[in-house]
């Protein structure tokens, strides 16, 4: 086997980028069972044995994808994590965070449509991809948002009502993704920037702090 640093093993470490960029793209366009390995291997300029070598087939490249993608949205808001003892403004200031930081990459990274497409689909097909997206990040995730709610304006952090205000707030982000052809007629823009995204951030954060604030009421 090449050493890490070897031209050998740059090439095998980017073919296997490229694979798992082309099934983002195709299992999230197209689904699971109607990507075959040979479209996976033509978008990603190798071969389809290629695939076999790495992941050891087309479920084993699918699987890594759902890693990817979980990894990606963590390098996105941060691995979840649990907090010490923190003062209302700055668990709200974390949140903040964590909402510029998503709508940044959700309304505006290139690479968000296919990671976006891939677990909708993974989620409408209840497929093994997002179990284990679910159990890696956005469960954990969610959890550490709750806390940061709960900090934030006293509630419980395990209630029905903080879970919901999450999830809602978590959704109103990714519509500007689904959404997308709708926001940009109904707006007049050609496309998202990170200048639109952040005046998309400021609404949704000033909505977020009006939120908490009569949460503590």
């Not at 960029?21 to 290629?50: E, M, P």
């Not at 949205?73 to 965070?97: D, K, Q």
């Not at 993704?177 to 609404?203: C, N, S, Y």
Request: proline share 4%; with cysteine; glycine share 8%.
């Amino acid at each position: 086997m090449a050493p890490p640093d070897s031209p050998s093993s740059s090439s095998s470490d980017k073919t296997r980028d490229n694979l798992i960029s082309a099934g983002l793209h195709l299992f999230g366009a197209q689904g699971f069972a109607a990507t075959s390995t040979r479209q996976i291997a033509a978008r990603a300029g190798t071969n389809v044995a290629s695939i076999a070598y790495h992941f050891g087939g087309k479920v084993g490249l699918h699987e890594a994808c759902g890693r990817a993608v979980a990894d990606r949205m963590a390098a996105t808001v941060g691995e979840p994590r649990h907090h010490a003892e923190l003062t209302a403004r700055e668990a709200a200031s974390m949140i903040e965070a964590m909402i510029r930081n998503l709508v940044r990459f959700v309304t505006a990274a290139p690479a968000a449509t296919d990671i976006v497409a891939f677990l909708l689909g993974e989620i409408r097909d209840h497929g093994p991809a997002a179990d284990l997206i679910y159990s890696r990040f956005v469960g954990p995730k969610h959890s550490e948002l709750c806390a940061l709610w709960a900090a934030a304006t006293g509630r419980d952090a395990d209630s029905e009502a903080v879970k919901i205000a999450v999830f809602a707030l978590v959704g109103q982000i990714v519509y500007f993704r689904i959404g997308q052809p709708f926001v940009l007629k109904r707006m007049g823009w050609d496309h998202l920037t990170e200048a639109e995204a952040a005046r998309i951030a400021d609404v949704l954060v000033n909505q977020l702090l009006a939120t908490l604030e009569r949460g503590r009421e």
